[in-house]
């Protein structure tokens, strides 16, 4: 019974990472096709559009399938239930039956069901321990970094500007996982902390003051100058977990320098 519980548990486990990594595709994997591709405007196409979103959650599954060791059959077969469900509602579609909307909304219910059904197929490879893969020394050591340079790469094209409260979060973010990890009640820690929360709300008063052009300088240095708060938060090791310092401080960084720049 035990060994039972043990073994849908793993299966439970290997089904929500695919979903995880798959939305993790989705959601990252989608600017690079407006940065590379924006042009094209049939990109906006249903039927290339289905086509685009099924391959970008089909790469974020197949890297992390690789990663927790699997063999590249099972990585062909889960790519497929990605890719049938889209591919069997875009017949219809192109006959003019069914509209684009639900194609993309039918793929990604059927999709689901694809997946466990090709796992149901290779219960065993779902169910058993798989050795993690070692990750390419860059992939291991700037994850963070890719990681927020991936999400950014869209601002480069349709710059994010956040309103001035929104620089609010920053320094509150460093106070609520400090408090979590007990790192505040280090000798002087909360002190620098409160100091900082200070010194954003003076900011962000001053740019809600201002005129629009002014404040939108003052805003992009906001992002820039907590850019250099995760650098020296991450070279010292202080306060939060150095993985987030280092993501935070290049989406900061990329964040500032596109709201000064082409804003």
């Known amino acids: 019974m035990t060994e039972t519980l043990a073994l849908n548990g793993r299966f439970a486990r290997h089904y929500a990472e695919m979903v995880a990594a798959m939305v993790a595709g989705m959601v990252l994997f989608g600017p690079v096709w407006s940065l590379s591709l924006g042009w094209w405007g049939d990109l906006a196409r249903p039927d290339i559009s289905a086509l685009v979103m099924a391959t970008n959650m089909t790469v974020g599954m197949s890297i992390w399938m690789r990663v927790r060791g699997h063999g590249w059959a099972p990585i062909a077969e889960m790519g497929a239930a990605m890719y049938v469900p889209f591919l069997v509602l875009l017949v ?55 990681l927020a340079l991936l999400m950014t790469i869209e601002s480069w094209v349709e710059p994010l500007y956040p309103p001035a409260v929104a620089l609010m979060v920053l320094p509150t973010a460093y106070l609520a996982i400090g408090a979590y990890r007990k790192r505040l009640r280090e000798p002087g820690v909360l002190g620098v902390q409160l ?65 000064i720049l082409l804003v």
Do not use: N
């Open 92 to 146: 219809p579609h192109w006959l003019g039956v069914v509209s684009g909307d639900a194609v993309m909304i039918g793929g990604h219910v059927l999709m689901l069901p694809a997946m466990l059904a090709v796992m149901l197929l290779r219960r065993a490879e779902y169910t058993a321990h798989h050795r993690s893969k070692p990750l390419p020394g860059l992939l291991k050591h700037r994850w963070p970094t890719l």
């Open 195 to 259: 100091a900082g929360l200070g010194a954003y709300l003076v900011l962000v008063v001053v740019a809600l003051a201002v005129p629009d052009e002014v404040a939108k300088y003052l805003i992009g240095a906001g992002w820039l100058l907590h850019g250099v708060w995760d650098y020296v938060h991450h070279r010292y090791d202080k306060v939060v977990p150095r993985a987030f310092s280092e993501w935070c401080g290049v989406l900061d960084v990329v964040v500032g320098l596109t709201i």
